[in-house]
């Protein structure tokens, strides 16, 4: 089982940047998948970017050339890079991590951008 804690949201001017961690209990290394999704009020979970063992990292087209995922494999820590960041991007968000069948969730952070 892998537990992951989130931290690093908080409330942020519209143009301004942030850095969200993703601490695991499991080496990065038996993680084949780690993800940000994110959840506005009222609006169903999206995936915000995905980070893989192997490939290049994927990003939803909301947040490409904004956004920044990165892995710290000797940290356990996966990070969210959110620069230029706009009112729309406020939401909670999670943390989520898929190894073999299992795919894990952290309790989120909240991310809050005025306008």
């Known amino acids: 089982q892998v537990q992951l804690v989130e931290s690093g949201g908080g409330l942020v001017q519209a143009g301004g940047s942030l850095r969200l961690s993703c601490a695991a209990s499991a080496s990065m290394f038996s993680i084949n998948v780690m993800a940000w999704y994110r959840q506005a009020p009222g609006q169903q979970r999206e995936l915000v970017a995905t980070s893989t063992r192997f490939g290049s990292p994927n990003y939803a087209d909301s947040v490409k050339g904004r956004f920044t995922i990165s892995r710290d494999n000797a940290k356990n820590t996966m990070y969210l890079h959110m620069n230029s960041l706009k009112p729309e991007d406020t939401a909670v968000y999670y943390c989520?991590?898929?190894?073999?069948?299992?795919?894990?969730w952290g309790q989120g952070t909240q991310v809050t951008v005025s306008s």
């Open positions: 989520a991590a898929g190894q073999g069948d299992s795919w894990y």
